[in-house]
């Protein structure tokens, strides 16, 4: 039995909107939401979310200097349910995610950050 249902791919980038709208073009779709710091758009297939970062860099492919910038969110009904069934597979707790409602911040156990989310 699985924890949780992969819920959201976000990806970091410098203008949401842009990205967003690039990737509606590319794959269809809908744009949900856009604040200026987070946009989402919902496909058939799933959704993808786009988080604003200041002093982005972008990714360069092959080498390391500049790795993806890639998280997923992982839908689950009760995070304090959740919590130790992730930490149990590996999972560590990210220090400045202060366990708020609706979202935790976790690393798996090569660093990726990911999270957990409720409704």
């Not at 939401?33 to 786009?50: K, N, Q």
């Not at 149990?88 to 690393?107: D, F, H, I, N, Q």
């Amino acid at each position: 039995m699985a924890i949780g249902e992969l819920y959201d791919v976000v990806i970091d980038c410098p203008d949401t909107a842009a990205l967003a709208e690039f990737y509606r073009q590319l794959v269809g779709g809908e744009i949900l939401d856009s604040d200026g710091h987070w946009t989402t758009l919902a496909t058939p297939r799933g959704r993808v979310s786009f988080q604003r970062v200041d002093d982005y860099s972008p990714p360069q492919w092959p080498g390391q200097a500049h790795p993806q910038q890639i998280h997923l969110d992982v839908m689950v009904t009760n995070l304090d349910e959740s919590e130790p069934l992730v930490l149990e597979l590996g999972a560590t707790l990210l220090r400045g995610s202060s366990k708020p409602e609706g979202c935790r911040v976790y690393a798996d156990p090569a660093g990726h950050p990911f999270c957990l989310v409720t409704n």
